[in-house]
C-alpha cells in the first residue's frame, strides 16, 4: 500500500511537472503566434494559421507521437542514406543527440505547441474584440504602440479571455494523462500499473481524485482571477 | 508663418478607395476661436477632425498645427515631428472611448504621466483641478462604467484638457447622450469658450452652435459649401444647400 502511494506520488509529480512547465512555455509563446496570425504579412500570417490548424486538427495523442517518434526516423533515414559520405562518428553521434529528445522533453514540447495553439486563438479573440475607439484615444492622448498594448489593451484582453483560459487550462489537467502514450510515468500511467499489480481499482479511483481536487484548485485560483479583475465591466 | 492661427488647414484631400470624402477642404482656425462645422451625416466632418488628430491619412494638402507642419501637400513630416503635433490638439469623441480599466482620476493622470512625464503628484493635482471644473470631483475613485453618458463625456473632455492642447476638437460631443444630459456638457463647453479655449465643434446642435461658436461652417459632400459668423449663417444662410439642411433642423 505505502509502496503503491510511493508511486502514485511519483506519477502525481510528473503530471504536475508537466502541468506547470506547458503553461510556463504555452502562455508566452501564444503572444506572437496571435500576432503572426492578425500580421499584415500574408507568408506568416499563411504559415502560423497552417501551425495553428494542424495543431488544433489532429489529436494530441497522434502528435505526441509524431514529436517522439519522428525524429528518431529521420535520423536513421539521414544515417542509411549518408552514413558512406559522411564517415566522421563524431558527426553522426552529434547529430543522433540532436534529433533523440527523451520521453519527457518530447512531452513538453507537444503539449506547447498544441496549447500555444490554442492559446493564441484565445489571446487573438480577445485582442480582436476590443474596440478601435481605445486604440483611437490611446493615439490621440499620444500613447506610443508599445505603451497602448501594454497599458491599455493588455489588461482589458486579460480579462475578456479570462474565462476561455480557465477552460483550456482545466482541460490541460486532464490531458496531462495522455503523456503515458510514449512511456511517460505520469499520474494515470502509475495508477495503471499499480492497479494491474494488486488486483484492485482502488489506484485509479485515487488517480480520479487527483484530478478532481486539482481542477478543483485551479478553478478556485482562477475565480479568484476573475473576481479582482471584476471591478470594472 | 503666422502663429495667431492655430489650425491652418490648405486642400486637404482623403478618399476611402474610390469614395472621395474629402474634396479640397481649405480653412484656418485662429487662437480663442470657437469655430462650429454643421453638416448631414455623411458629409465627411467626422472624417476631417480624424484627418487632423492623425487618426487617418490624408492623400493631398496640407496641414499645419500652431508651429508644427504636420503635411505637407501630401507628403507627412517625420515621426517625432508628427508628435509633437499631435500633442498640441486634443479630441473628444462621440462615444467617449474612456479606459474602462481605470478609474477615473487613473484616465485623467495616465497620459501626463506616461506622455508628459509629469510627476504623479502633478498630473494628479491638475487632474482634480479639472474634475473640480467639471463637477466631478467625488467621482475620482469611480470607474468609467459607474458614470452617466454626461458625466462620462465631461471626464473624455478633461483627459484632452489635461494635455494641455492649444485646440480642442469636439466630434458630435452630445449625440450619444441623453437629451436631458446634451445641457451639462454644453455647460462645460461654454466656459470653456469663456476662457478663450480654441475649439473646433462638430455639432447639431444648432442653437448652441449659434450662441457659443464665433464662427460656423457648412459641410456637405467633403466641402465647405458656406462659411460665416455663426449668428448670420444659421440665420440668413445664403446657398440653397445651406438653407435646406438648416430648415430640416428646424432651426429656420
Ligand atoms: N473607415 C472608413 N472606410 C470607408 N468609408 C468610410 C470610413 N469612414 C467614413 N467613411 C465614409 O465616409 C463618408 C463620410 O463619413 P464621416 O466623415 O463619418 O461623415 P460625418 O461625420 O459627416 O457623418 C461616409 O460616406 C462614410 O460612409
Ligand atoms: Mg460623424
Keep these: ?233 | 508663418m503666422d502663429t495667431s492661427e492655430v489650425i491652418k488647414i490648405e486642400g486637404l484631400r482623403k478618399s476611402f478607395g474610390s469614395l472621395a470624402v474629402l474634396k479640397d477642404i481649405s480653412f484656418s482656425v485662429q487662437r480663442g476661436e470657437v469655430v462650429a462645422v454643421i453638416g448631414p451625416s455623411g458629409s465627411g466632418k467626422s472624417t476631417l477632425l480624424r484627418c487632423v488628430n492623425h487618426l487617418e491619412l490624408v492623400e493631398a494638402g496640407s496641414i499645419r498645427i500652431s508651429d508644427s507642419v504636420m503635411v505637407k501637400d501630401g507628403v507627412y513630416a517625420h515621426a517625432d515631428i508628427l508628435r509633437s503635433a499631435c500633442l498640441k490638439t486634443g479630441l473628444v469623441f462621440q462615444n467617449f472611448n474612456l479606459f474602462p480599466h481605470f478609474s477615473v482620476l487613473r484616465n485623467i493622470t495616465e497620459a501626463q504621466v506616461r506622455v508628459l512625464r509629469r510627476k504623479p503628484a502633478q498630473a494628479k493635482e491638475r487632474a482634480m483641478s479639472l474634475l473640480e471644473k467639471m463637477g466631478l470631483v467625488d467621482k475620482a475613485a469611480s470607474y468609467p462604467c459607474e458614470l452617466s453618458g454626461g458625466q462620462q463625456q465631461r471626464v473624455c473632455i478633461a483627459r484632452a484638457l489635461a494635455l494641455d492642447p492649444e485646440v480642442l476638437f469636439f466630434d458630435e460631443p452630445t449625440s450619444a447622450l441623453d437629451p436631458e444630459l446634451t445641457g451639462e456638457i454644453l455647460k462645460v463647453i461654454r466656459k470653456l469658450a469663456e476662457e478663450k479655449m480654441t475649439m473646433v465643434i462638430v455639432t447639431h446642435e444648432m442653437a448652441f452652435a449659434r450662441d457659443v461658436a464665433d464662427r460656423a461652417l457648412f459641410m456637405d459632400g467633403g466641402r465647405f459649401v458656406e462659411e460665416g459668423g455663426a449668428a448670420e449663417l444659421l440665420d440668413n444662410p445664403q446657398q440653397e444647400r445651406t438653407k435646406a439642411f438648416l430648415r430640416r433642423f428646424g432651426g429656420q
Excluded at chain 1, 58 to 72: D, H, N, R, V
Excluded at chain 1, 89 to 114: K, M, P, Y
Design chain 1, 1 to 233: 500500500m505505502a509502496k503503491m502511494l510511493g508511486i502514485m506520488f511519483e506519477g502525481m509529480t510528473v503530471s504536475l511537472e508537466v502541468f506547470f512547465l506547458t503553461l510556463l512555455f504555452a502562455l508566452p509563446l501564444a503572444l506572437p503566434a496571435a500576432f503572426g496570425r492578425m500580421s499584415k504579412n500574408w507568408a506568416l500570417r499563411k504559415l502560423v494559421t497552417l501551425y495553428l490548424l494542424v495543431m488544433r486538427g489532429t489529436p494530441l495523442i497522434l502528435q505526441l507521437i509524431f514529436i517522439y517518434f519522428a525524429p528518431k526516423y529521420f535520423f536513421r533515414l539521414l544515417f542509411e542514406s549518408f552514413s558512406g559520405f559522411i564517415e566522421s562518428e563524431g558527426f553522426w553521434n552529434s547529430l543522433r543527440f540532436l534529433l533523440s529528445w527523451d520521453r519527457f522533453t518530447a512531452v513538453i514540447i507537444a503539449f506547447v505547441l498544441n496549447y500555444a495553439a490554442y492559446f493564441a486563438e484565445i489571446y487573438r479573440g480577445g485582442i480582436e474584440a476590443i474596440p478601435r475607439g481605445q486604440y483611437e484615444a490611446a493615439k490621440v492622448l499620444g500613447f506610443t504602440g508599445s505603451q497602448t498594448f501594454v497599458r491599455i489593451i493588455l489588461p482589458q484582453v486579460l480579462k475578456r479571455i479570462l474565462p476561455a483560459a480557465a477552460n483550456e487550462i482545466i482541460t490541460l489537467v486532464k490531458d496531462t494523462a495522455l503523456a503515458q502514450v510514449i512511456g511517460v510515468a505520469e499520474l494515470f500511467h502509475a495508477a495503471q500499473n499499480a492497479s494491474a499489480r494488486e488486483f484492485s481499482t482502488l489506484p485509479i479511483f485515487v488517480a480520479g481524485v487527483f484530478y478532481f481536487f486539482m481542477n478543483w484548485a485551479v478553478s478556485y485560483a482562477l475565480t479568484r482571477c476573475e473576481k479582482k479583475l471584476s471591478y470594472y465591466s
